[in-house]
């Protein structure tokens, strides 16, 4: 898309959105120029799901916006994520929560995750299961430089958006039940859901940060 055209569909989303939902710009295969058309426009946190493409982006746009982890993070690019991120939306391990711990420890940073539900409980995807959950968000309320401050989820792809609403729902009751539990140095405040089409029925569904790519920037470069 043409830089003015992008300014104008994210000044567009963004006054479409709620008061208190936060728009982040799942920024994958985007050149600088697009991404600072966004930024020009009001974007204030990009999406990354790669370290690498992030780093790079960053070298363009700088700490004057967030930068949110979206994708799914490898331990051993834990240094280099903490390092960047503002956030990070997919931690789903303990394995991984330890790797990010240690790392910010080092660099004396106390690094906001969400824990990644798979709420459609598909084999083939990231987050943890929906009965897990609460296990993981207490185990990793005891770590001393990342807090916990909510949940992400992707859900099912489906034709129709409105077919991703019992994930959505799910996820919400997760989120509420770790909030009831009101646990030690977690701070339940983020609900990220929802994919391409389906983020207005996530924010019906509570969602107050959602994702979007496409619909602001076009269809990806390959
Ligand atoms: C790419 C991506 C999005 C946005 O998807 P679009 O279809 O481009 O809007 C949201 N969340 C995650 C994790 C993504 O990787």
């Known amino acids: ?65 967030q930068w949110h982890m979206i994708g799914h993070l490898q331990s051993n690019k834990a240094k280099r994520a903490a390092r960047l991120f503002d956030m990070i939306e997919t931690i789903d391990s303990l394995k991984i929560a330890f790797e990010v711990n240690r790392h910010c420890a080092d660099m004396n940073k106390i690094m906001p995750v969400l824990i990644e539900i798979n709420s459609g409980e598909e084999s083939n995807k990231t987050g943890v299961l929906p009965d897990k959950v609460d296990d993981l968000v207490r185990e990793i309320g005891t770590f001393s430089h990342i807090r916990v401050q909510g949940l992400m989820t992707m859900g ?49 569904e509570g969602a107050n940060i959602v994702r979007i790519g496409t619909y602001l920037f076009g269809e990806r470069h390959k």
Request: net charge neutral; with cysteine.
């Open 156 to 204: 099912p792809r489906f034709g129709d958006p409105g077919e991703a609403r019992p994930y959505f729902r799910a996820t919400k009751a997760a989120f509420d039940r770790l909030y009831e539990a009101n646990i030690p140095d977690v701070e339940m405040r983020f609900m990220s859901m929802g994919m391409r089409n389906s983020y207005e029925i996530a924010i019906e």
């Open 1 to 65: 898309m043409r830089t003015t055209q992008i300014k104008e569909t994210v000044k567009t989303c963004l006054s479409s959105l709620p008061p208190g939902v936060d728009l982040v710009a799942a920024a994958k295969t985007r050149t600088p120029e697009e991404i600072n058309a966004a930024v020009e426009a009001g974007v204030r946190i990009i999406g990354y799901n790669y370290l690498q493409e992030a780093e790079r982006m960053f070298t363009h746009v700088g700490s004057s916006v």
